[in-house]
T-cell receptor
Framework: GENVEQHPSTLSVQEGDSAVIKCTYS??????FPWYKQELGKGPQLIID?????GEKKDQRIAVTLNKTAKHFSLHITETQPEDSAVYFC????????????FGKGTTLSVSS | GAGVSQSPSNKVTEKGKDVELRCDPI?????LYWYRQSLGQGLEFLIY????????KSGLPSDRFSAERTGGSVSTLTIQRTQQEDSAVYLC???????????FGNGTRLTVT
């Protein structure tokens, strides 16, 4: 089955800096790659996703890149703000019915002002 | 509108007792997932229901764990003869279809003493 590795486990940046989180996956058939943000005491919430027919997707300060050949994808957050502090999870799955979403172990991002 | 609702929000139980955790998905969502989140760990997939198809139980860690989904809506995760290592946050999520964003509840924090 699918296995997702995520790095780093913790990341500390200064407000205004960029943050990059990287994930690798094992199943070459995977074609759907979402990113979730989890704040303390709450369930994870989708922030951006990408499918394998595109290499990059951007939404304001957040971008995701995908390299299918190398089987890795990354989350980029620019101009970080204190409210970006949270745990971020990457995930991968095959986009077809009956296939579960498999998550990485998460990255705790701390943005200091 | 109403999101995914989980109950109870917190549960403390004695080792060896059985527990039931409940999930009310968003109305109309056909896919329902259970994940376990242990301290410092990622989201561990447990079980996945999709419509009327047979559930994907490949993530259940032992035969003490079971889940059902009645009428395609409410789901119950049951843990029999609880052990201390079962202590974790149990998260439920639903989605409208494969490849759609998962909507998570806030989880049930289970503590086994």
């Amino acid at each position: 089955g699918e296995n997702v590795e995520q790095h780093p486990s913790t990341l500390s940046v200064q407000e205004g800096d960029s943050a990059v989180i990287k994930c690798t996956y094992s199943d070459s058939a995977s074609n759907y790659f979402p990113w979730y943000k989890q704040e303390l005491g709450k369930g994870p919430q989708l922030i951006i996703d990408i499918r394998s027919n595109v290499g990059e997707k951007k939404d304001q300060r957040i971008a995701v890149t995908l390299n299918k050949t190398a089987k890795h994808f990354s989350l980029h957050i620019t101009e970080t703000q204190p409210e970006d502090s949270a745990v971020y999870f990457c995930a991968a799955s095959i986009d077809q019915a009956g296939t579960a979403l498999i998550f990485g172990k998460g990255t705790t991002l701390s943005v200091s002002s | 509108g109403a999101g995914v609702s989980q109950s109870p929000s917190n549960k403390v139980t004695e080792k060896g007792k059985d527990v039931e955790l409940r999930c009310d998905p968003i109305s109309g969502h056909t896919a329902l997932y259970w994940y376990r989140q242990s301290l410092g760990q990622g989201l561990e997939f447990l079980i996945y229901f999709q419509g009327n198809s047979a559930p994907d139980k490949s993530g259940l860690p032992s035969d003490r764990f079971s889940a059902e989904r009645t009428g395609g809506s409410v789901s119950t995760l049951t843990i029999q003869r609880t052990q201390q290592e079962d202590s974790a946050v149990y998260l439920c999520a639903s989605s409208s279809r494969q490849g759609s964003p998962l909507h998570f509840g806030n989880g049930t924090r289970l503590t086994v003493t």
